[in-house]
């Protein structure tokens, strides 16, 4: 079943300010197993709303607005749903003296206007806001509903949870939802797309959502059934072939990025690492410390950024750096080991390379990128060529690092 | 002039994920004088898609759609354009080319799905995308354009700049604006706003807008009028005493962000300077180098997230941190001293402190942080007690460092 929302609202259309009720709403609306389909933000124009609520009506069974029930004449929701649907409104003697009495309550004289609150659209059901004074709406037509919300989050919120949801669970099919959520590093999206869109594109239930940033893939599946066990048995069928062309590509199956793995796995082996950064400058460190409790595993590092201090901090010999250049594979593993000798970490981490925007040479083309692993076993150096600007080589090559280390720590390389 | 704006992708239907390039795009547009009367997500849904495209088109003379550009079948943006217009999309042989030598500079094969990014809307421009591989496209019809941009930001962000402003400004009917963009660092945004609140709540022209991170507050202040004389007096006469106001914690007037500022004073002085991090983990070392050519004023430094690490590679001596505490302002003086002797550079800063989320002391509450600064006229050290986060905390911290510096670069501490 499908549902839209309509945002009512100028200042909402500013530089400055986004619609969060709307991830609300869907959020408990995905509960249900309805689908939220399309969402707008519209400004305080009675005709632009009635036209939008009539395109929205005609298509979908399920209309949400929130805003412009204030008493002002700029909440225009009240009139344009009445004008959409080609009803009138009236005057509710009930909700007149409800505001009358809320406002007496507070020692408050109701100001004239606030009386525009008090009217309703002819044959809807009016919904309690016991936080507010803007009364909802429930106006069903056609086998459709639109539903009018105040825009305040708080009085939004009481009101679906006490008014809206027994209402929609009576009127929405009962589904079973099971969802998916993995984390992939360590390919592009297209090369990913291109593995599993066989396996996916056969089916339209469960839903296969693929979201890319540098060096880490999020893949979403939702099935929806009449029962969890179908749901489950039809998640099961798409995700295991999925998960066999992934194999230990995939790093999180609750969605914990790849920071918490990367740590979970060194506090679970009473391990610990250092870093040595030269083209990231740090940022590999941050990643680390951004997980609370990182000190338990985490000790420190060098940010080598010269390339003399490649060498005084972390002892990589003059002659490495003159032969092989401080983008190179020799000088990634010379930082590594520098970093766990004077750290005693039990793995060491290293990232050197050309981020750009300077085109570099041709030897050491922009987005060339060398990271390093050290431990008691030895080193090894990875290169990688990244496509990109300066932030997203820089944050590839962090999320290949930290991929590294999960491999080794698993046991995979 | 009215705008609309539509963003393309499931994912941002969800209940956890919001457009936020319709901020941006807003934004610009604002600033050309031209207003956002409405905006939506569309999921990967090529009919929906279309519809809404004919109805945009048919109200407002500018479409900017983002998203739905890549290279795979959910990527619907293109096909759907050209559906709304009753136009054919053809395989543009330049685009092919371009992106089969991306991918060989990158010394990586294309997918074959790549080439789909090679399609274009009959009689459209197309928008060259430095960034990424997605290419834009601008569609005139009927006295309307549709603009199609990719939707990671940086890509968009990118592209509108160069490719869509100069045409849009030409679309658009002349106005003189003219905008101040200024940065301010060390307050909050509260205590800000108390302040030149007074000054620029008495015009409605120019519109001030004030824009908070953690340590960073923007100012934006934009005045439109017939001439260009006109709107530079207009903002003189509000700017001036906003600027009197805040002095010297006005750290940028043309947008440039912290590191860039600091960067230049670095460079201009000849001066090199390292860094010595423990709650903040690499972040400031990170800020450092985003920006580019930081290697001619940033050798590195130390990430010293244990006790010990902080005595053995620093030379934090064991007393210091037994007396007075890893989260102290003498340890944030020993690690910045220690940065500075070892590396050799003319300034070092240090962060050290309590980010959270762990309660922390009574002595030590959570969000303490100590910033250290070393150069040849001796050290110093600030406390800061931080509100909010993690992340903010050690975001507000690595601003004050920067800060920090710039001062004593420009004689102010």
Redesign the interface.
Known sequence: MNAEIIAVGSEM????????NS??L??EL?KLGV?????????D?RD?LAA?VR?SLG?SPILILSGGLGPTEDDVTRDAVAKALGRTLHFDEGIAEWLKQRFAAAKRTMAEVNKRQAYVIEGAQILANHRGTAPGQWVEEAGAVAVLLPGPPHELKAMFQSECLPRLEKLVPKQAIRALFWRVAGMG???L??LI?PVY?KYTNP?T???AAAGDIQI?LRARCATEAEADSLLAEVAAPIAELLGDRIYSRNGDPLEVVVGELLHAAGATV??A??????????R???A?G??RY?????????D???A??LGVSPETLAEHGAVSRETAIAMAEGARR???STYALSITGAA???PGTDTV?K?TMYIGLADAEGSLALHR????????ARGFAVQTALDVLRRRLTGRS
């Open positions: 259309l500013a530089g400055d300010r986004l619609d969060t991830l609300y869907t959020a995905n689908e939220v389909v399309f969402k707008c933000v519209v400004g124009d632009r939008q395109e298509r999206e297209s090369d797309d291109q869109a594109k839903v959502t693929i979201l979403h250092s870093v950064e030269s083209a990231t400058g740090g940022m590999l460190g941050e680390f410390t951004t609370p990182s000190s985490f000790l420190g590092g060098f940010i080598t950024y010269s003399a201090i490649k005084k901090l004077l750290t005693g750009g925007p300077e083309p987005g060529q990244f496509l990109g600007d300066r932030q997203y």
